[in-house]
């Protein structure tokens, strides 16, 4: 029997790949899963016996990487696993999954042999022949170290590498293809997370960079304690799949439509360290407190609060119309005639001139109507989310930081900060001003 007289199901059954038939892995976020070297039909074929309504299901590439990705008893699972069957089974479509090395992942795609690679970083090179999809993900990636005592020796102790120092990463790794884009020509590629770790504490890799997630995962299965490495932060990289072209072509509202309901199914916060909120508290509340004191906004602000109000019901049909235009990626009326006015031309003069750390700016009014905006948000009414407490006026010499969140009406991760503005004839709290921090851009060691 050819392999077009076969249907779907009995194809990936004989042991050409392991997959789930239908829409994601269900509510566990688990996905059968089979070797590269399994996929032995060429792509061509499996088109033709997917074919007749059919047609959309994609071979999916990816490697091992916990906790984005790990095996479980045979399955895979893990968060970027979670968020794609969420995201794949809000739009319809089935997929099965291939683990092998990054780098013939990337292979099997450019060569047509899959239809998509997760998790990969932003990459020109692989621009060529595929297209990213929204993050799902973010990196932070750190230099790690093998800590030494005091009066350890070690030839030119840095907090980070200089031009002398032993390079360390994984093979095919998107660290790995970074460091090269960076300069760094003489790196250590190690062919696993056990033996990068093995490496830096042997003192054949000087420092390494990695995920931290991953390599606090890696650290723990080794039975190695934090005391044992010095981290020191380099920068947050969103980590996205990439999909052919070819396949885009066939379905090109395919990565729309997935795009579109990622932002619904990313659930999980990354918690921002002290540290990273010291530098917030630091380096940037004092402008956001700074802008929510301005005698010019103030104005603008008691503009838009002398404008007409709503009552509770028509602002719940508001909110309504404005989130489903949002994600049709239109704009409501009330959403178009906020844009408009003079305080949202002000938030994005502010916007705009932050240097790429601030993503978005908008002010609420005590009832929780955004009154105005440097873009779109994602909802109108802010009155049941927790930075509505910013204004009540026992909070009014506070500010609100919250975690890390991927915030889809600006495509970036975001940590928002919240705090009241003061009406300096009664010392009252009269409206809230958020702002979107960049942590990508706002969080780098240059910044």
Partial sequence: MRPKDIGLRDVFIRGLLTVLLGCGGGATGEIPVASAQELALPVEEVGQTIGDGMDTFLILQTNLQPPYQELQDGMLSGYSIAVLNCAFDRIGIGYGL????????????????????????LSAFMDEYAVPSHPLALEKWVWISKRVEADEPRSGLRNKPGDMS?????????????????????INRAPSFSSLVSQVMAGHVEYALVDKQSFEAARTELGLGSENFELRFERY????????????????????????????????PMNLEPWERAAIER??????????????????????????????????????????????????????????????QYLREFQQASGGHVAEAFVFNLRGEVIGMNRVTSDFDQSDETK????????????????????????????????????????????????????????????
Wanted: proline share 4%; with cysteine.
């Fill in 237 to 268: 990289a969103p980590l996205v799949v990439y999909f052919s072209k070819v396949y885009l072509q066939k379905i090109p509202n395919m990565l729309n439509d997935l795009n579109d309901n990622l932002e619904f199914c990313e659930t999980v």
């Fill in 283 to 344: 380096d940037q509340l004092p402008s956001i407190e700074k802008l929510a004191g301005a005698s010019e906004l103030i104005t603008k602000i008691r503009t838009e609060l002398d404008g007409a109000t709503y009552d509770t019901e028509t602002r719940k049909l508001l909110d309504v119309e404005w989130i489903a235009k949002v994600r049709n990626g239109d704009i409501s009326l009330a959403a178009s005639n906020i844009l408009e006015n003079d305080l949202s």
């Fill in 166 to 186: 032993a390079v360390g990463a994984i093979l095919g790794s998107n660290e790995a293809e970074w460091l090269l884009e960076e300069g760094y020509a003489d």
């Fill in 388 to 447: 509505f407490q910013m204004t009540d006026n026992l909070n009014r010499g506070h500010a609100q930081i919250e975690d890390i969140l991927f915030d889809g009406s600006t495509r970036s991760f975001l940590s928002q900060i919240t705090v009241p503005v003061i009406d300096p004839d009664t010392g009252n709290v009269m409206a809230a001003l958020t702002v979107g921090l960049d942590v990508s851009a706002a969080l780098r060691p240059e910044s």
């Fill in 98 to 121: 291939a683990v092998a090395p990054r780098l013939r992942n990337r292979e099997m795609v450019r060569s047509g042999r899959a239809d998509g690679f997760f998790l990969a970083r």
